[in-house]
């Protein structure tokens, strides 16, 4: 089929939008057939698990199929769902199983851009996906390896022991200093009486701010350098024959000629910024927001707390309960965001009678 027969068929396919049968999708070729407009069909969870399926079996065959053409068309036709906790526990497995292989292990051979596109659309169908004791102990051990395992821990919809009990572990150790209501929220979970000190308040800044001077001054000897190198490289790039450029010159651009970014750690709180000459871009203003830390610290503490027991499991009616002592006018967008974050009727009808 070419791309214009495939547009027509994608348009059509949009004003129709029907429920597709369960057996559209049983192998292979049936989703080279149907995966350029299977996201204009109505959801129908027998067409995901049968492509989970699919994508399962195959993927560390030697078969030649696309494997980011897989994960990307499934993520896209899962995003229509609106219950994911209806998911049967072959198919819940699978997802974990391919989670596995593509973030924490790497089984793949592709690119590093096709890997991390693998990662994000993987990461995106395992959202909201309940998962065994086992399977979230199993994450809680790769935490360390990126991100994206963090996240899946430390965002799990669901209250776990297992989860909690990593928290605990891992409470005052530095691989949430950046997260630190998040990882409260899992104590919370367990204890409705738990409450952050400010002395780890203090700790978190600090360390936050010993990494983040670290990466201004790592920066800027990477922009220097670069400074250095790029105008004799733009030479050899002048030079189309160069031998350098035959058959790959895209990679060398790539590896050799992007502008160094610098890119500041992520904190809840606004963090002033200061021009230096020489940066290509403004940069955190480390004193400046030391001392508005310590002026700040009672609001910062409150924030802090207000939002662990906003991410935490607990029931609506005892987040409540403990936000009450929290709230003052000052501390209104806060509240009104936490409503807006939890979708609650019942938690806007108190936050109305405060007001």
């Not at 192998?27 to 080279?32: A, E, I, L, T, V």
């Not at 036709?77 to 292990?105: A, G, M, N, W």
């Not at 409150?302 to 936000?323: F, Q, V």
Request: glycine share 2%; with cysteine; charged share 30%.
């Amino acid at each position: 089929m070419n791309q214009k027969s495939i547009e027509i068929q994608c348009a059509i396919s949009e004003i129709k939008n029907i429920y597709p049968p369960d057996n559209l999708i049983e192998n292979y070729k049936d989703f080279k057939r149907n995966r350029d407009f299977l996201h204009y069909y109505q959801y129908n969870s027998n067409i995901f698990c049968s492509v989970i399926d699919i994508t399962y079996n195959l993927w560390e065959s030697k078969e030649r199929i696309s494997r980011l053409s897989l994960i990307q068309v499934t993520k896209r036709y899962f995003s229509q769902t609106k219950d994911r906790k209806k998911i049967p526990l072959k198919t819940r497995k699978q997802i974990f199983e391919l989670f596995k292989q593509i973030v924490i292990h790497e089984k793949i051979t592709l690119c590093n851009k096709s890997i991390e596109k693998l990662k994000q659309y993987i990461n995106s169908i395992l959202i909201g996906i309940t998962l065994s004791e086992k399977q979230l102990q199993y994450l809680c051990d790769y935490t360390n390896k990126s991100n994206i395992v963090l996240n899946r821990v430390l965002r799990y919809p669901n209250k776990s022991k297992t989860v909690s009990n990593w928290a605990r572990i891992n409470f005052q150790k530095d691989l949430c200093r950046n997260r630190r209501a998040e990882i409260t929220s899992w104590l919370i979970d367990e204890d409705l009486t738990f409450e952050i000190d400010k002395e780890t308040l203090i700790f978190d800044f600090e360390y936050l701010n010993a990494k983040e001077q670290k990466n201004i001054d790592e920066f800027r000897d990477e922009l220097e350098a670069y400074k250095i190198v790029e105008p004799e490289l733009t030479k050899i790039f002048k030079v189309k024959d160069h031998p350098l450029l035959l058959d790959n010159e895209n990679e060398i651009k790539s590896r050799y000629m992007d502008e160094p970014k610098f890119e500041s750690i992520r904190r809840f709180y606004s963090v002033p910024l200061s021009f230096e000459e020489g940066f290509n871009c403004n940069k955190p203003d480390l004193k400046l927001l030391s001392e508005r830390f310590y002026s700040d610290i009672d609001t910062i503490y409150i924030i802090s707390m207000t939002w662990s027991i906003a991410y935490s499991r607990i029931s609506i009616s005892d987040k409540i309960n403990l936000l009450k002592k929290y709230y003052s006018d000052e501390f209104y967008p806060t509240f009104f965001s936490i409503g807006k974050r939890l979708g609650s009727i019942e938690y806007f009808e108190w936050l109305k009678k405060l007001i």
